[in-house]
């Protein structure tokens, strides 16, 4: 650290705990290097995300089918025998959202309850609570018998969630080599994918059987379980056993995910030096957050990045893609296939993200994929306005209704190598020690709050808005994509300890940090 004089040394010394005063990167510390362990524990970490997608597939697919809604919900089916429904409309349901979104009122409490527990038991032991909590909720909806059991059992799967999604983007970011943390980030979202495609196949296989439903929502038990089992055989992140004092246990994790011929004490002794320093300053973290030097973070992590990450309309999208390719004209098995084709594209995407998110950097990924989504988002309202009619009464042809399944691809292309795995990544990277668990929960809690507004909403929007629902998520893309291009520095390859430098060197945000 730089010799400053006066009362500015206090204030270097403070930042230095958090983060603040590296000005390049530290030197003695693994960097790149990639071992057999640490790949085998980041996956073991990632398939937090088999649970999420696994979910986010099986709502939509489950909510189209003739038996589950007949058991539940009755009034959407009488609504589709219409003589002539509005296509748009056949699903607007209040009671039937609340089955999707539940889920996420439960996931917004849940993270606020994690971001402490991942500092007192760790990480590791807050993916084995949620994935257990995920686990009975699996099981209660799988026998629910009444829609209270039925949204009983999506509060459970929130709790769980809530906190496997705290927990797991902070252990991939924490294990993960600095050269490399892109790519090990992007394998959360890529285990989303991996799920909502399992999802989506079951939904197929299982849609005309008579307990179908039960067998789709009751199966989620398969990722929980394989999630949970998996974290019983990894260690905590360094990081968090530094921070509870285990440094034995620290030191033996290190040389672990490192490599036993490489040096680990540099990389352990500024884990050790952040951890004091971050105890002798003893502030409460929720209140630290909204400290002046931490705005970006506040801005940027805690806030755009979570809420533009489902105001792109992607989980409207994936919990509904079934319902919406029904809409637009398919028959019921047709609309499960186009679902599986939208999420093997997705995952495609992803595999892309991991190679090219190190290479080409965050900012030009979510500027190029921003550009992607709007045409194609305008490309569907085009389509719809045209097929359909301002009346929504007017049936689709299979050509028009193929179109709409290759412009929906191109936009979940351009989201799975963007703003899917971003959504995890620059939140975590940019947090310093000090907020980093605090600093991840209110993320998530705006995300999920986010999400419960988008997924309660849509259908209704859907009925009111008709094509212009894509318009409307068109629009904020085009606003999320300026964000981006203007206060969105690029953060790629920048270890932890030293990300202080993006701020103090962006137009924008070194007011803040310099003052």
């Not at 530290?26 to 979910?55: E, F, H």
Request: net charge positive; proline share 4%.
């Amino acid at each position: 650290m730089r010799k400053i004089p006066g009362n500015q040394e206090h204030r270097a010394w403070e930042m230095g705990a958090e983060g603040y005063a590296v000005d390049t990167p530290v030197t003695g510390i693994n960097n790149g290097k990639i071992t057999l362990s640490v790949v085998i524990t980041c996956i073991v970490a990632a398939s937090c995300g088999l649970i999420y997608g696994y979910d986010i597939g099986i709502s939509g697919g489950v909510t189209t089918m003739p038996s589950f809604l007949l058991k539940f919900f009755p009034s959407v089916l009488k609504k589709a025998a219409a003589t002539k429904p509005n296509i748009y409309c056949v699903y607007d349901s209040q009671l039937l959202t609340t089955f999707t979104s539940s889920l996420y009122i439960a996931g917004m409490f849940a993270t606020l309850v994690a971001s402490r527990l991942v500092k007192t038991i760790g990480r590791r032991n807050v993916m084995l609570l949620g994935g257990s909590t995920f686990l009975v909720g699996s099981a209660l909806n799988g026998g629910a018998v009444n829609v209270a059991m039925l949204i009983l059992g999506r509060m459970m799967l929130g709790f769980g969630l809530g906190f496997t999604n705290q927990a797991a983007p902070i252990y991939l970011s924490e294990v993960a080599p600095p050269k490399w943390r892109g790519a090990f980030g992007t394998g959360f979202q890529f285990f989303i994918g991996i799920g909502v495609l399992a999802a989506s196949c079951i939904n197929l296989a299982a849609a005309k059987h008579p307990n179908g439903w039960r067998f789709c929502l009751g199966l989620a038990i398969v990722p929980a379980a394989i999630m949970t089992f998996g974290a019983l055989f990894i260690s905590d992140s360094p990081s968090s056993l530094v921070e509870r004092n285990k440094l034995e246990q620290a030191k033996k994790a290190l040389l672990n995910i490192r490599g036993k011929d490489t040096d680990i004490e540099p990389e352990l002794a500024l884990l050790i030096r952040n951890s004091e320093m971050v105890k002798a300053i003893n502030e409460e973290p929720f209140m630290t957050i909204f400290q002046r030097q931490y705005r970006p973070q506040l801005v940027i992590g805690m806030l755009a990045i979570p809420f533009f990450h489902q105001m792109s309309g992607i989980n409207a999208v994936a919990f509904y893609a079934p319902v919406l390719f029904q809409s637009v004209g398919m028959g019921n098995d047709s609309a499960l296939f186009a679902t599986i084709i939208l999420g093997m594209v997705n995952i495609l995407s992803i595999l892309v993200s991991a190679f090219a998110i190190d290479r080409c950097g965050r900012r030009f990924l979510l500027m190029e994929a921003g550009i992607q989504m709007i045409i194609t988002e305008v490309g569907v309202a085009i389509v719809l306005a045209l097929t359909t009619g301002t009346d929504g009464t007017k049936s689709i042809s299979k050509g028009y209704a193929i179109l709409i399944l290759v412009l929906m691809c191109f936009y979940a292309a351009g989201f799975g190598w963007s703003w899917g795995p971003m959504n995890w990544l620059i939140p975590i990277e940019i947090f310093p020690m000090k907020i980093r668990p605090t600093g991840q929960s209110v993320g998530i809690f705006v995300n999920f709050a986010a999400t419960f507004l988008v997924s309660q909403t849509f259908l209704t929007m859907l009925c009111h808005l008709k094509y212009g629902i894509f318009l409307f998520y068109g629009g904020w893309i085009l606003v999320m994509t300026i964000f981006a291009a203007l206060l969105l520095p690029e953060t790629k390859g920048i270890p932890l300890e030293s990300m202080h430098t993006v701020w103090e060197k962006h137009w924008y945000w070194r007011r803040f940090v310099q003052g």
